[in-house]
C-alpha cells in the first residue's frame, strides 16, 4: 500500500481518519515519532525478553517513543536470536526435557 503514496500522505490520511472517529495521535514535543532502528533496538530490547517477533518488537520501541519513555539499558540474556551459542529465540520451555512434542496427526483426534 505504501509503494504508491508518499510517507507524508500516509500520515496525513492516518491523522483525519483518526481525526474523524476521535481517536487522539499521540506525539512527543508535537514532533512525529522517527522510526530509526526501530527494528535492530527492539530486537535487542525486547524480542526475547517477550517473546515478540522482529515486528512487535519494533512497534513497542515505536509506542515506547511515542509515549515519551527514553531509551533503557538493554537486559542481559544468554541467549536470543543472534546471539553465539544460544537456543536462535526458541522459547526455553520448547527446549527443556519435559518438553513433550504433539503427536503426529495434529490434536484434533479423529480418526
Known amino acids: 500500500m505504501l509503494s504508491g503514496l508518499t510517507y507524508k500522505q500516509f500520515r496525513v490520511m492516518v491523522e483525519s481518519c483518526a481525526l474523524r472517529e476521535g481517536v487522539e495521535v499521540l506525539r512527543p514535543g508535537g514532533k512525529n515519532v522517527d522510526p530509526f532502528a526501530t527494528s535492530i533496538i527492539g530486537q535487542l530490547k525486547f524480542m526475547a525478553r517477550y517473546g515478540f517477533s522482529s515486528h512487535g518488537s519494533a512497534a513497542c520501541v515505536i509506542a515506547r517513543r511515542g509515549l515519551g519513555f527514553k531509551l533503557e539499558k538493554a537486559v ?21 526435557p519435559s518438553f513433550q512434542a504433539p503427536a503426529e496427526g495434529g490434536a484434533s483426534g479423529a480418526a
Open 76 to 96: 542481559k540474556t544468554t541467549s536470543g536470536p543472534n546471539r553465539a551459542g544460544g537456543r536462535g529465540g526458541i522459547p526455553r520451555a520448547l527446549t527443556s
